[in-house]
């Protein structure tokens, strides 16, 4: 029998290898024993109990270099299913992978308004039942839900405690969802799942000192630091659009003044825009939105900035700038390697990319940025299932403590 300590060391030595074949397959058992730094007999026993539960495999292929077969290893693709969920303020989205991400099904679906949290749970409940059963069809036995949700969520008890934007409170996600598919089911905020997101498999991939930033209603970030999401004692941590910035200013989702998401993102474009074609009527962009400001979008107010549109340059132009001012600060905590750009900044780049450049390099300490690279996102719009899906495997490959 394994005593508490003994079999913590079997589990996170299992993971450790597990991570470096997803890394670095196809490799030999030497060449895991070199880069985990572990003996050559515990990776050949954890090996052996991996191949058993159907994760591994193991190929005989000839090496050029020492000119006779050497046996190599990688993850097996069929070593099971994961799905990611996304329940955005306006969407859900359900993605299907086997065991080394590929993806094998996605669909996405919006959501109204009307429509109650019971009603939307149960819509996607219909989906991931889909995605199961073609997991099925595929023969691949189902590992676990990873769910991403606009709000603050307990991550130990999988609770999302409040979500502003789709106007939830208290909602035992993880124990509803247990209950209905009998799968370990990992909640999670949607901001740090896109994070890690990007970790696993967009712009950030093996950067181990990275922030994201994504903005489509509210400001979300994730902060990764030593190659592990930053969640803070009890999982609430790295909401950094809720920093303070401006007391005298608008009123925020979360009840107060001012946070940092007040001032960056579409919304705060279109307030700008809006209140001065209030003050001097712009026909070309009345006629756009038919007459009605109200049909005003960011991205009507980005071509006409493209285009020459002064209002709508010097309006992005300053969250541009609000937004730079932010993340030097985070620079200048956190010293990241990498700032990651999404969401709906995506659709700004051309005119935003510049002056946050330029904003972040003249506010945080030099030294801080050395190093630093700004990059907008490639995958945005999936950043957070995918992130859903690496939190599942991430609690299988590396034992990243979450229940
Ligand atoms: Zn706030």
């Known amino acids: 029998m394994l005593t508490g300590d003994q079999e913590k060391v079997r589990k996170v030595n299992r993971s450790l290898v597990l991570n470096t074949l997803r890394l670095h397959a196809p490799i030999s058992r030497a060449q895991v024993a070199n880069i985990t730094g572990l003996t050559r007999g515990t990776v050949s026993n954890i090996v052996n109990v991996l191949i058993e539960d159907g994760l591994v495999f193991e190929d005989k292929l000839e090496d050029s270099k020492i000119g006779r077969p050497s046996i190599l290893l990688g993850l097996r ?10 329940i955005g ?6 993605l299907l992978t086997n065991f080394v991400a590929e993806t094998l099904w996605e669909h996405r679906t919006p959501t109204f308004p009307t429509q109650s949290q019971t009603e939307i749970i149960n819509q996607a409940e219909k989906i991931i039942d889909q995605a199961l059963s073609v997991a099925k069809e595929h023969e691949l036995r189902p590992l676990g839900i990873g769910v991403g949700m606009p709000g603050l969520v307990n991550i130990r008890q999988g609770n999302l405690i409040i979500a502003p934007n789709l106007h939830w409170k208290n909602v035992p996600l993880r124990l509803i969802w247990n209950q209905r598919f009998r799968l370990p089911i990992y909640v999670e905020n949607e901001a740090n799942l896109a994070a890690l997101g990007e970790y696993y498999f967009g712009v950030a991939r093996n950067v181990d000192n990275f922030i994201s930033l994504t903005s489509d209603i509210g400001l979300g970030g994730g902060v990764v630091i030593d190659g592990r ?22 009123p925020c989702g979360c009840g107060r ?7 960056v993102g579409p919304r705060p474009v279109l307030r700008r825009v809006k209140k001065e074609l209030q003050q001097t009527p712009d026909p070309a962009l009345l006629e756009v939105c038919a007459g009605d400001l109200e049909n005003l979008t960011f991205e009507m107010v980005v071509k006409f900035a493209l285009d020459g549109n002064q209002t709508c340059r010097q309006a992005i132009e300053e969250v541009s700038i609000n937004l ?4 030097a600060d985070l620079v200048n905590i956190f010293n990241p390697d990498l700032i990651v750009i999404g969401g709906a900044f995506i659709l700004g780049k051309d005119i935003m990319q510049e002056t946050i450049q330029k904003t972040i390099f003249s506010n945080a300490l030099p030294p801080a940025t050395e190093n ?24 299988i490959l590396r034992e990243m403590v979450i229940n």
């Open 77 to 86: 693709p069929d070593g099971g299913a994961v799905i990611g969920v996304e």
């Open 89 to 94: 303020v306006n969407f859900i989205s359900v």
């Open 372 to 395: 630093l690279r700004i990059e907008f996102s490639k995958r945005s719009s999936e950043a957070c299932v995918l992130g859903a899906v690496a939190v599942v495997l991430d609690d």
């Open 257 to 263: 003044i001012g946070c940092w998401e007040t001032q």
């Open 229 to 250: 999401l930053f969640r803070g004692g009890h999982g609430y941590g790295g909401e950094i659009g809720h920093i303070q910035r401006d007391p005298q200013g608008e």
């Open 324 to 327: 730079g001012e932010g993340i």
